[in-house]
């Protein structure tokens, strides 16, 4: 079993940066492939990255070269550095973990003026 929880969403200026956090309850997170996806509303959730046990990384391109995605096994903390930000970024951001079994968190809101 494993419990994700995300942080670090909030309002932003166009241009600028955030950096969600999805802590991670369960021995199993180090054996995990993470992701981050987000919701838009009136739209289906949209995959954003992607990092393997081993860190190797995977990016939509709507997001390759503005957001990182790293991950710190000894916090069982999952990372999303998100710089440039755009007002079409503008969604709830969600973890995800694939196990085996899939483990989705609730969301943090992320939301970018103009």
């Known amino acids: 079993q494993l419990q994700l929880v995300e942080s670090g969403g909030g309002l932003v200026q166009s241009g600028g940066s955030l950096r969600l956090s999805c802590a991670a309850s369960?021995?199993?997170?180090?054996?995990?492939?993470m992701g981050w996806y987000r919701q838009a509303p009136g739209k289906q959730r949209e995959f954003l990255a992607r990092?393997?046990?081993?860190?190797?990384?995977n990016y939509a391109d709507s997001v390759k070269g503005r957001f990182t995605i790293s991950r710190d096994n000894a916090k069982n903390t999952l990372y999303l550095q998100m710089n440039s930000l755009k007002p079409e970024d503008t969604a709830v951001y969600y973890c995800?973990?694939?196990?085996?079994?899939?483990?989705w968190g609730q969301g943090t809101q992320v939301t970018v003026s103009s």
């Open positions: 995800n973990a694939w196990t085996g079994a899939v483990y």
């Open positions: 369960g021995s199993i997170f180090s054996g995990a492939v």
């Open positions: 990092i393997s046990n081993g860190g190797t990384t």
